[in-house]
């Protein structure tokens, strides 16, 4: 795959960890438990894609509410696997450009913003929680660096959400 990236740093992501922060302020006492937690947001996005009603207030854009939940998800795999965060260019996809987290050695990610899109869609199940869960595991096998895989697209659950 033919793929660029520009890695992140802490100033470029600075304004949009606060960003995210006083939105998920904002609706945490709409969400699951009222708080904020990476279970809350994978459960608020289940529950949006199934009722079409996104978990939000008046004063909060839906396009904020899913930058909020991505930047929470993605911060959490990079805090916990080690992971960065960079803009990757599809050059293959007409030169299509997206947010992600990937592994030290490239041959995962995940493009947050997009899996949830593509849940509130129907194209996909939510996948948060789970992927962080199974990082690091014998569920992914061992994959060859720099291929970018897009880990969310590659995971199914064996047993259903309850």
């Known amino acids: 795959m033919n793929i660029s990236e520009t890695v992140l740093d802490a100033e470029a992501l600075s304004p949009l960890d606060a960003m995210a922060a006083q939105v998920l302020d904002a609706i945490a006492p709409r969400l699951p438990g009222g708080v904020a ?34 930047i929470t998800w993605g911060n959490a795999v990079v805090r916990t696997h080690g992971w960065q965060w ?11 450009e997206g947010r992600a987290v ?3 050695d490239r041959a995962l990610m995940i493009l947050p913003f997009a899996h949830i899109y593509e849940c509130l869609e129907g194209s996909d199940e939510v996948k948060i929680s789970f992927s ?3 990082i690091g595991t014998d569920v992914i096998p061992t994959l060859d660096p720099n291929g970018y895989v897009n880990l969310v697209h590659n995971i199914q659950r064996i047993v259903p959400r309850g």
């Open 37 to 70: 937690s990476l279970d809350a947001i994978d459960q608020a996005v289940h529950e949006w894609q199934h009722s079409g009603t996104p978990p939000t207030v008046e004063s909060v854009d839906q396009d904020d509410l899913v930058y909020a939940f991505g």
């Open 86 to 96: 960079v803009d990757l260019t599809f050059h293959e996809f007409d030169d299509w």
């Open 102 to 104: 990937v592994s030290p």
């Open 132 to 134: 962080l869960a199974v």
